[in-house]
Nanobody, 121 residues
Framework: QVQLVESGGGLVQAGGSLRLSCAAS????????MGWFRQAPGKEREFVAA????????YYADSVKGRFTISRDNAKNTVYLQMNSLKPEDTAVYYC??????????????WGQGTQVTVSS
């Protein structure tokens, strides 16, 4: 079992940056692939980014490629999502997830409670 807690969300103007953090506890963090997903009001949850247990392999949704960066610090049991050049359409609740397979699908075993990101135009 692993517990995930996201932080770092907030309100930012278009073109600005935010860094989300997801702190893990309860199990061996370095055993898990990690993913970030988001869900906007009235829309389905969508994939944002994912990384392997080592962080060497990363995947991104086309909509965020070149603007967002996923990284992890296994010594701190934390995964990050650096978000630059934010757009109003990035507004959503952002969730981190942990699983045994790195994937762009929601097939992760553990999920955090989410953190709100709002980008104003």
């Amino acid at each position: 079992q692993v517990q995930l807690v996201e932080s770092g969300g907030g309100l930012v103007q278009a073109g600005g940056s935010l860094r989300l953090s997801c702190a893990a506890s309860g199990s061996t963090f370095s055993s898990y692939a990690m993913g970030w997903f988001r869900q906007a009001p009235g829309k389905e949850r969508e994939f944002v980014a994912a990384c392997s247990w080592s962080g060497d392999t990363t995947y991104y949704a086309d909509s965020v490629k070149g603007r967002f960066t996923i990284s992890r610090d296994n010594a701190k049991n934390t995964v990050y999502l650096q978000m630059n050049s934010l757009k109003p359409e990035d507004t959503a609740v952002y969730y981190c997830a942990a699983g045994f397979v790195v994937t762009s699908t929601p097939r992760y075993d553990y999920w955090g409670q989410g953190t709100q990101v709002t980008v104003s135009s």
